[in-house]
């Protein structure tokens, strides 16, 4: 058994579009246009290999993203500096393997060094209990609740970094936008598209 995480590749992107679009209720389906917006705006953007198959996928977005998501709009609004999972998707043959805690750990140990807050939102109307419990479990809490078209609602749900100001008082040079070099190993920032 191998599982491995990696960034995306433009090479990925149908396969993974393909994914998305298969996933069901608790995803919403996304054209091939958004899907190279995400590629292209992404901060955090990586596949998982289950036994060298694509086995899922997960995004995340910062503040200055240029995405137009009424669930991402609402914590820009509301939230000055924030990493937020826009979506993270299983395929179903590789569910109950780990995979979703896996990407959990690895966007988790991206964000705690470069975002105060971890923010995601889970459907509560039509109920996605499996995603409440998961984020539940994992110390997100609920900000707000929003409508979105078709009567879905969404829970919005953020998680406070604990080891953010940490990073921030430790290695912060004052004036310095970015982590030292060594420490900042923003993958996603160099890679080649």
């Known amino acids: 058994m191998s599982l491995i995480l990696r960034d ?4 990925d992107l149908d396969a993974v579009l393909a994914l998305n679009n298969a996933a069901g209720p608790g995803i919403l389906p996304i054209t091939e246009a958004r899907m190279r917006q995400l590629f292209d705006v992404a901060r955090y953007f990586r596949v998982a290999h289950f036994n060298g198959e694509l086995a899922g996928f997960q995004i995340g977005l910062s503040p200055d993203a240029s995405y137009d998501s009424p669930n991402f709009l609402w914590f820009r609004n509301a939230l000055a500096d924030f990493l937020y999972i826009d979506r993270i998707v299983i395929d179903s043959r590789f569910r109950r393997h780990g995979i979703g805690r896996v990407f959990y750990a690895d966007v988790l140990s991206f964000a705690e060094v470069r975002f105060p807050l971890l923010c995601c ?3 509560i109307e039509p109920r996605d209990d499996v995603a409440l419990v998961f984020f539940g479990t994992n110390g ?3 900000v707000g609740q929003q409508l979105l ?10 998680k406070e970094m604990k080891a953010y100001p940490f990073v ?3 290695y912060r040079t004052p004036g310095v936008a970015s982590l030292p070099e060594d420490l900042d190993v923003d993958r996603l920032s160099r890679r080649s598209a």
């Not at 995306?8 to 090479?11: G, M, R």
Request: net charge negative; proline share 0%; glycine share 4%.
């Open 121 to 123: 939102e889970v459907f």
């Open 8 to 11: 995306i590749e433009q090479s």
């Open 168 to 170: 921030q008082e430790t």
């Open 149 to 158: 078209t078709g009567d879905r609602r969404v829970s919005l749900m953020v």
């Open 140 to 142: 997100f809490h609920e």
